[in-house]
Each structure stands twice: as structure tokens, then as C-alpha cells.
Antibody, heavy 117, light 112 residues
Framework: EVQVLESGGGLVQPGGSLRLSCAAS????????MSWVRQAPGKGLEWVSG????????YYADSVKGRFTISRDNSKNTLYLQMNSLRAEDTAIYYC??????????WGQGTLVTVSS | QSALTQPPSASGSPGQSVTISCTGT?????????VSWYQQHPGKAPKLMIY???KRPSGVPDRFSGSKSGNTASLTVSGLQAEDEADYYC????????????FGGGTKLTVL
């Protein structure tokens, strides 16, 4: 069974940093591109970032480019999202998801990031 | 990247059919066959219902179908059931040199 489990969310002050992790299981992690998608409270889905199978190619939404960094460790079946210079508008549930531009087919349950003083 | 346009709400009675539209541009929906549809119940993670415009993942009822014409994709739910009440989001690949994904704003489907 495919599973992706996010961790690392929490409360952080504006300008602060946070690192999200996503542990994947039930599929050959290194064979799939991965994504992060977020959902602000009461709002719709917003694609944040995607990464190729090897990690050599990374892509970002304009809203986070230069502040967030996606990475992966295929030896640990783990996806990461390093978030710096956080803003109030980054407050959201962050979903780790299997897949990227062709299709995102499995989503984790999400981890809540709250940016507030 | 601009979000795809969906109607904020749709509704139908049990057994009826309802269609939700998703309008983009030639740079996303109209340019590629990488349109997906997701169902999200309150407090839950999104679930893939349709991918590559009209393909259904294993386990998704054939009451759900997808199509595309020009820059507009559509999700049709036939034989509405109470459990179909949820938010539905479309998404599309959006760029050949710039690998991005864009989502629609979501449609709240109410089963009357």
C-alpha cells in the first residue's frame, strides 16, 4: 500500500525557517517524481514544488521561489521541503504527494504550518 | 501562474448527473493532456479521481468521467450518490520549459 507521511509542521514566527519531511513507503521511491502541495485554511490547493526522480531537477511556484528548497534522499525514501523567510501567507497544510506534472496520484494526510508572531 | 477557473458550487439530486468545468488557457489545459481531477472530503487529503483528461485510477467508480474541449476540461459525475458530496479540484501541467502544475479554485458539489 502506498503511504506518504509528512512531519515537521508547527508554529513559526514570520521570517523563521522550518523543514518538512515526508517518509514514503509501498512503492519504489526512486522511480517517481514527487511534489509538495499546500492548502491555506478554507482555501484551495496550490502546487508548491516538484522534484525529479534523481533530485537533479527542482521546480518551484513563483510564490515560494528563492525561499523554499525541495530535496530528496532516495536511500532513505524521504522527501524534504526547507522553508526559509516564512510569511503569514505561507500558513497552510502542506501535503507531500507522489507524482508531479503528469499526475499526482497519492497524497499524505498533510502537516500544518502556521506562521504567526 | 494563474489558477484554473472552476465554478464555486454545483449541485444535483441523487441519481442525477452533474458536470463541473475547469477553464484554463492554451498554455495549460488546452496545450497538454495532463489534466487531473481530485475529490476532497472535509478534513481529508485529496483523492485522485481522473488523470490524463479521462483515465480512471483503479477503484474509482465509472460514474466519474472526464473530458476536454479546447481550453476547458470537464468532470461528470453520473448517478449522484450522497458520498459524492465533496470539493472537487482540477489540475493541469502548465509549461514546456517551466515544469509547473496549476490547480483550479475548487468546486463544492452538493447532493441535494
Amino acid at each position: 500500500e502506498v503511504q506518504v507521511l509528512e512531519s515537521g509542521g508547527g508554529l513559526v514566527q514570520p521570517g523563521g525557517s522550518l523543514r518538512l519531511s515526508c517518509a514514503a513507503s509501498g512503492f519504489t521511491f526512486s522511480d517517481y517524481a514527487m511534489s509538495w502541495v499546500r492548502q491555506a485554511p478554507g482555501k484551495g490547493l496550490e502546487w508548491v514544488s516538484g522534484i525529479s526522480t534523481s533530485g537533479g531537477n527542482t521546480y518551484y511556484a513563483d510564490s515560494v521561489k528563492g525561499r523554499f528548497t525541495i530535496s530528496r534522499d532516495n536511500s532513505k525514501n524521504t522527501l524534504y521541503l526547507q522553508m526559509n523567510s516564512l510569511r503569514a501567507e505561507d500558513t497552510a497544510i502542506y501535503y507531500c504527494a507522489k507524482g508531479f506534472f503528469r499526475v499526482i496520484d497519492y497524497w499524505g494526510q498533510g502537516t500544518l504550518v502556521t506562521v504567526s508572531s | 501562474q494563474s489558477a484554473l477557473t472552476q465554478p464555486p458550487s454545483a449541485s444535483g439530486s441523487p441519481g442525477q448527473s452533474v458536470t463541473i468545468s475547469c477553464t484554463g488557457t492554451s498554455s495549460d489545459v488546452g496545450g497538454y493532456n495532463y489534466v487531473s481531477w481530485y475529490q476532497q472530503h472535509p478534513g481529508k487529503a485529496p483523492k485522485l479521481m481522473i488523470y490524463e483528461v479521462s483515465k480512471r485510477p483503479s477503484g474509482v467508480p465509472d460514474r466519474f468521467s472526464g473530458s476536454k474541449s479546447g481550453n476547458t476540461a470537464s468532470l461528470t459525475v453520473s448517478g449522484l450518490q450522497a458520498e459524492d458530496e465533496a470539493d472537487y479540484y482540477c489540475s493541469s501541467y502548465a509549461g514546456s520549459n517551466n515544469f509547473h502544475v496549476v490547480f483550479g479554485g475548487g468546486t463544492k458539489l452538493t447532493v441535494l
